[in-house]
């Protein structure tokens, strides 16, 4: 029997060649930026391992490894906030994704159209 | 004698109740994805602790945590490449930040202006 696929026992399913040049953290998962493709903004911040992003790779539909209750999250199967892929990149160092997609409605689980809409901090602002 | 700081040994320097709001991986850090402030363009996705956050804060430059070279790095010191702060917001749950910059010059080391650029992975897109 083949053993259940988890982010420290990733299933052999991506290109050996990306898979070699993924830089995963101690819990075996990558950083995953989501922007709007049309307007740039950015979205959320979620985690993928392996099998998380051959999901996202081959199927048109943003795949995440939910930290928090430790299991795949296909982005929108509850809330209907889907986010239909339109591009995937690799940074130079391999530790984070950036994933352009088209965001139906709210990307936020509280309801705003981003994760990062109202949450600023107090910063100095800087200049040449 | 004061402990040297580190990601597992972070200086009491924020905000209680921001240090409160952070969500640390294993090793003490956060996500932090870098955005030109004015065209929205993804630039490149650092890490930082507590320490770095509050020089990220306080000092209109961006200071990450090197996970390779585990030191403190003030964006541009070595390459002329600065990072000039615009804003700061911590995301919903808190474990990434949207750290909005003027950047000079290359973001990447690679001297792309972007650590995307040139670098996508095949994707099949999405459609409703």
Redesign the interface.
């Known amino acids: 029997m083949l053993p259940t696929p988890s982010p420290q026992n990733p299933p052999a399913v991506l290109d050996p060649e ?1 898979a070699a040049a993924l830089k995963r ?3 075996g998962l990558v ?1 995953a ?1 989501v ?1 709007q493709f049309d ?4 979205l ?2 979620g985690w993928m391992d392996d099998e998380a992003l051959h999901r ?6 943003v795949t995440f490894w939910s ?2 209750r430790q299991e795949y999250w296909r982005k929108g199967d509850t809330s209907g906030h ?12 391999g ?2 994704l ?1 994933i352009r ?2 965001q ?1 409605g709210a990307a ?3 309801g ?1 159209r981003t ?2 809409d109202g ?10």
Chains 1, 2 share one sequence.
């Open positions: 990306l953290d101690d819990a950083a930026v922007q307007t740039n903004q950015v959320m911040l996202t790779l081959t199927s048109g539909r930290r928090s889907v986010q239909w892929v339109k591009s995937v990149a690799l940074d130079c160092d530790d984070a950036l997609v088209d139906v936020c689980h509280t705003t994760c990062f949450r600023e901090l107090p910063a100095v602002v800087g200049a040449a």
